[in-house]
């Protein structure tokens, strides 16, 4: 489970330049 969420961060990290830090990817993206 938490491979995935990992591997889902690490995707809006690489399509997204806004996106700051984890945290702010766990709590404001949608889906996740």
């Keep these: 489970m938490f ?3 990992r591997e889902d ?3 809006v ?3 997204d330049p806004a996106a ?3 945290f702010e990817v766990i709590t ?3 889906g996740l």
Excluded: K
């Design 28 to 30: 404001t993206y949608p």
């Design 3 to 5: 491979s995935r969420l």
């Design 20 to 22: 700051r830090n984890a």
């Design 9 to 11: 961060i690490n995707c």
């Design 13 to 15: 990290f690489d399509r």
